[in-house]
C-alpha cells in the first residue's frame, strides 16, 4: 500500500521559513515524478515544485524561495521554503507519479503565513 505522509506546516510570519517534509512508504520515491502542489483558500490547486532524478522545476511564483529536495536513504522529499508571503498560505499537498493510474497523495498539511 502507497502512503504519503507530510507533515511541517503550521503558522509562520512573513519573511519566515517552513520546512515541509513527505514521508513515501510503499513505493521508491526516487522512481517517480515527486512534486508538491498547494490549494489557497478559494484558489485552485497548482503545483509549486517537482523533481524527477536530479531535475527540478518551480513554479515563477516561488522560484528563488522554494526548494525541493529528496533524501533518497529516507524515502522522503522536503520543500523549504523560504521569505515566506502572506500568498503563499494554502494547503500543501505532496504527490507521486509514475504512470497515469499510479498517481499518489498525501493528505495535506497546512501552511499559513500571517503577521
Known amino acids: 500500500q502507497v502512503q504519503l505522509v507530510e507533515s511541517g506546516g503550521g503558522l509562520v510570519q512573513p519573511g519566515g521559513s517552513l520546512r515541509l517534509s513527505c514521508a513515501v512508504s510503499?513505493?521508491?520515491?526516487?522512481?517517480?515524478?515527486m512534486a508538491w502542489h498547494r490549494q489557497g483558500p478559494g484558489n485552485e490547486r497548482e503545483v509549486v515544485a517537482q523533481?524527477?532524478?536530479?531535475?527540478?522545476n518551480y513554479a515563477a511564483s516561488v522560484k528563488g524561495r522554494f526548494t525541493i529536495s529528496r533524501d533518497n536513504a529516507k524515502n522522503t522529499v522536503y520543500l523549504q521554503m523560504n521569505s515566506l508571503k502572506p500568498e503563499d498560505t494554502g494547503v500543501y499537498y505532496c504527490?507521486?507519479?509514475?504512470?497515469?493510474?499510479?498517481?499518489?497523495w498525501g493528505q495535506g498539511t497546512q501552511v499559513t503565513v500571517s503577521s
Open positions: 504527490s507521486a507519479w509514475l504512470t497515469p493510474d499510479r498517481d499518489f
Open positions: 523533481i524527477h532524478g536530479d531535475s527540478a
Open positions: 510503499g513505493l521508491t520515491s526516487s522512481a517517480a515524478l
